[in-house]
């Protein structure tokens, strides 16, 4: 369970990180669009992990290996935003967040399930449990 200093620096980190990749990361890494999805911070706030979701990517994970070779300088432009509200400037760690694919697989799938209809003449409703009438 995070303190509520872990969240405050977590949200602040997580809104000038959000910025920092809107403002500056066509610079750095061209049209790509990246989010910030989460920030989990250790109890000693020295560490920041950051959740990311990449989108208009042709492959994240290599798009994931370009922003962590970019960690220090991603670091010094977040230092020298927060450096007067906290005392470290948190180490970045970057992680793939792969919910929004995993959403993206799981509607994939529900559309292909063929549930039958009521008025179908072959519709057995024993079949079906789940299926109040």
């Known amino acids: 369970m995070e303190s509520v200093r ?3 620096v977590a949200r602040l980190i997580q809104k ?3 910025d920092i990749f809107l403002k500056e990361s066509r610079m750095l890494f061209g049209n790509v669009f ?3 999805t989460t920030v989990r911070m250790s109890p000693d706030l020295s560490v920041a992990k950051l959740y990311l979701s990449i989108m208009m990517a042709a492959d ?3 798009m994931l ?3 962590q070779a970019q960690s220090k300088e991603l670091r010094k432009l977040l230092g020298e935003r927060i450096r007067k509200q906290v005392r470290i400037i948190p180490e970045i760690v970057f992680y793939l967040d792969d919910n ?7 509607d994939e799938v529900m559309s292909k399930i ?4 009521k008025e179908d003449e072959n519709f057995d409703p024993n079949e ?3 299926l109040k009438e």
Not at 100 to 106: C, I, K, L, Q, T
Not at 114 to 117: D, Q, V
């Open 6 to 8: 872990q969240q405050k």
């Open 16 to 18: 000038e990180m959000a």
């Open 128 to 130: 079906y449990p789940g």
């Open 34 to 36: 990246i989010s910030i």
């Open 65 to 67: 290996k370009e922003i």
């Open 100 to 106: 929004v694919d995993y959403a993206n697989h799981m």
């Open 60 to 62: 994240k994970k290599s």
């Open 114 to 117: 063929a549930i039958p209809k």
